[in-house]
T-cell receptor, first 112, second 113 residues
Framework: GNSVTQMEGPVTLSEEAFLTINCTYTATGYPSLFWYVQYPGEGLQLLLKATKADDKGSNKGFEATYRKETTSFHLEKGSVQVSDSAVYFCALGDNYGQNFVFGPGTRLSVLP | DGGITQSPKYLFRKEGQNVTLSCEQNLNHDAMYWYRQDPGQGLRLIYYSQIVNDFQKGDIAEGYSVSREKKESFPLTVTSAQKNPTAFYLC????????????FGEGSRLTVL
């Protein structure tokens, strides 16, 4: 079946540091890929998505590229802020958009 | 504003009691989902529904029940048969588009005393 593997962290960075959170997937067909962010005590918010190979999703300075050859969707940001401290989830939606698989989440702490 | 509303945000229950968590959406989405999240863990699917009057079990359906009588509403009942119900419960919805994303509510935290 489909699966998502994500670095579990926690990740601690200083403000303005470069961020990478690795995500790889296993899937049949043509899944869509997503990054969600969760702040304490809240639901998940969509950060960005990509629906086909070589697509780049971007939002609020975060970027991720759908790499079919390496089955990866790594999240990057050039300069993190304290307000980026949260838990980040990589997720995959199947061909039909019915079933979703989530990674375990990566907790990011950004220190001033 | 369109969105998903979950209630209550916090709920305490004694062992042996059933509780129902509400989920309402005004996004006109066809599909709705319930997930469970435990501390430090990812999301696990409890039930999902693609259309009114139809729903399917997810990976951890035992001890839970749902109904989908209206497009806007997908309540989850946590029964006394659920052995470890203390968790954070998340409701989500999406369009019928294959590439569509999930939209989440703010969550309901259930604590069994």
């Amino acid at each position: 079946g489909n699966s998502v593997t994500q670095m579990e962290g926690p990740v601690t960075l200083s403000e303005e540091a470069f961020l990478t959170i690795n995500c790889t997937y296993t899937a049949t067909g043509y899944p869509s890929l997503f990054w969600y962010v969760q702040y304490p005590g809240e639901g998940l918010q969509l950060l960005l998505k990509a629906t086909k190979a070589d697509d780049k999703g971007s939002n609020k300075g975060f970027e991720a590229t759908y790499r079919k050859e390496t089955t990866s969707f790594h999240l990057e940001k050039g300069s993190v802020q304290v307000s980026d401290s949260a838990v980040y989830f990589c997720a995959l939606g199947d061909n039909y958009g019915q079933n979703f698989v989530f990674g375990p989440g990566t907790r990011l702490s950004v220190l001033p | 504003d369109g969105g998903i509303t979950q209630s209550p945000k916090y709920l305490f229950r004694k062992e042996g009691q059933n509780v129902t968590l509400s989920c309402e959406q005004n996004l006109n989405h066809d599909a709705m989902y319930w997930y469970r999240q435990d501390p430090g863990q990812g999301l696990r699917l409890i039930y999902y529904s693609q259309i009114v009057n139809d729903f399917q079990k997810g990976d951890i359906a035992e001890g839970y029940s749902v109904s989908r009588e209206k497009k806007e509403s997908f309540p989850l009942t946590v029964t006394s048969a659920q052995k470890n119900p203390t968790a954070f419960y998340l409701c989500a919805s999406k369009t019928s588009l294959n590439t569509g994303e999930l939209f989440f509510g703010e969550g309901s935290r259930l604590t069994v005393l």
